[in-house]
């Protein structure tokens, strides 16, 4: 069945440490994208991807980065978690055309300690 | 800059009953698109319904209707027959050129 996914979905890690949030897409989406939301509140875009070898930072800052070699998979690298990291992390994807809907994962709640 | 404004951070209704969510936008851009998703508890986010700017006729999906003003820059969601599965947040959004923009939400509970 074709979705999006997102691994893991709850992840709870020390300051100092370097982690890797996994997104995979099956639906052969070109564009995917990464928001950060705070506990009911508005999503911040942080990184988006038009497709392979396609990065572009959002509008949120980031200390994160994130890499497109394969279509479907769009994971995002923190090299040294702090506390100030500890949000919800959720990937979508969306269609070619423009505007298209997003289609989002699960997501990730990191809590940094 | 696209910016998206939803005004009721929290709103309850009665099962069974209608609720209006409401949501405006400022943009100087005359094409795009506007989305209602929804966000249950612990669960994935999903597209409630979607409408496209240069439409007229107001996007209906079962029982969300939308409510768009273009002129007046606003884009309501209204759920009739409400029922317990719809508690979740509600984001409205703004798509235009590859860009999506989203309010802040509101927390809608259902009641029995």
């Known amino acids: 069945e074709a979705d999006i996914y997102q691994t893991p979905r709850y992840l709870v890690i020390g300051t100092g440490k370097k982690i890797t949030l996994e997104c995979s897409q099956t639906m052969g989406h070109d564009k995917m994208y990464w928001y950060q939301q705070d506990p009911g509140m508005e999503l911040h875009l942080i990184h988006y991807s038009y497709g392979v070898n396609s990065t572009e930072k959002g509008d949120l800052s980031s200390e994160s980065t994130v890499s497109r070699i394969r279509t479907e998979h769009f994971p995002l690298t923190l090299e040294s978690a702090r506390p100030s990291h500890t949000s919800q992390y959720l990937c979508?994807?969306?269609?070619?055309?423009?505007?298209?809907?997003?289609?989002f994962g699960s997501g990730t709640q990191l809590s940094v300690l | 800059a696209q910016t998206v404004t939803q005004s009721q951070p929290e709103m309850s209704v009665q099962e069974a009953e209608t609720v209006t969510l409401s949501c405006t936008y400022d943009?100087?851009?005359?094409?795009?698109?506007l989305f209602w998703y929804k966000q249950p508890p612990s669960r994935q986010m999903i597209l409630v319904i979607r409408q496209e700017a240069y439409k007229q006729q107001n996007a209906t999906e079962n029982r969300f209707s939308v409510n768009f003003q273009k002129a007046a820059k606003s884009f309501s969601l209204k759920i009739s027959d409400s029922q317990l599965g719809d508690t979740a947040m509600y984001f409205c959004a703004f798509g235009w050129n590859n860009d999506m923009r989203f309010g802040a939400g509101t927390r809608l509970t259902v009641k029995p």
């Open positions: 943009t100087s851009e005359n094409n795009y698109y």
């Open positions: 979508a994807s969306s269609d070619p055309g423009a505007n298209e809907k997003l289609f």
